[in-house]
Each structure stands twice: as structure tokens, then as C-alpha cells.
């Protein structure tokens, strides 16, 4: 089992930028793919990135060019790099291998508005 501690999330203007990490209680090194999640209120939990073998990355067309996803086996972590960012993109973000296979972490609250 691993568990998951999301940060970095806040509140920005439009077209901001939010650095978001997940610190994991072991080792990342096996987990692949990892992924970031979100869920806005009143809508269901959905993958805007994921990290393969390999370091390829699949994007949600609604971040693509916008969102980097990255990740320091050193460091059990994984980050996504939020630029350009918009009012849709509020909401709670998630990490979770992808497909989902562990207990879901806190999450971290990003909020678009100016």
C-alpha cells in the first residue's frame, strides 16, 4: 500500500501558474502510470495526466500545452506544472496510478479567479 500527500494548490488569477507535488509514503519507482486527477464540485473525478515507463505523457485535451506532468523517483514524487491556467480549472487535484489502485490522498484546492 502507499499513501499519497498532494500540496502546492491555492488560489490564482486567470492565466497564473501553480506548481502541485505528491509526496508518496514509499517508493514510486514500480507505480507506473502515475497520474493527476481532478474533480470540480458536482463532477466526477477525471485523469488530466499520466506518466508512463518510459517517461511518456498522456494529456486531457482540456490541459494539453498547459500542464506538464514530471516526477523525482529520488524523491518519491510527482508534480504537475500548471500554466495558463483558467476558472475551469478549479478544482481538487489528485495523484493516483493510473487506472486508480490506492487509497485517494487529500487532495490539494486550486482555485482560478480573479
Known amino acids: 500500500q502507499v499513501q499519497f500527500v498532494e500540496s502546492g494548490g491555492g488560489l490564482v488569477q486567470p492565466g497564473g501558474s501553480l506548481r502541485l507535488s505528491c509526496a508518496a509514503s514509499?517508493?514510486?519507482?514500480?507505480?507506473?502510470?502515475m497520474g493527476w486527477y481532478r474533480q470540480a464540485p458536482g463532477n466526477q473525478r477525471e485523469l488530466v495526466a499520466a506518466?508512463?515507463?518510459?517517461?511518456?505523457?498522456n494529456y486531457a485535451d482540456s490541459v494539453k500545452g498547459r500542464f506538464t506532468i514530471s516526477r523525482d523517483n529520488a524523491k518519491n514524487t510527482v508534480y504537475l506544472q500548471m500554466n495558463s491556467l483558467k476558472p475551469e480549472d478549479t478544482a481538487v487535484y489528485y495523484c493516483?496510478?493510473?487506472?486508480?489502485?490506492?487509497?485517494w490522498g487529500q487532495g490539494t484546492q486550486v482555485t482560478v479567479s480573479s
Open positions: 493516483n496510478a493510473d487506472p486508480p489502485q490506492y487509497y
Open positions: 514509499r517508493s514510486l519507482f514500480t507505480i507506473y502510470p
Open positions: 506518466l508512463t515507463s518510459g517517461d511518456r505523457t
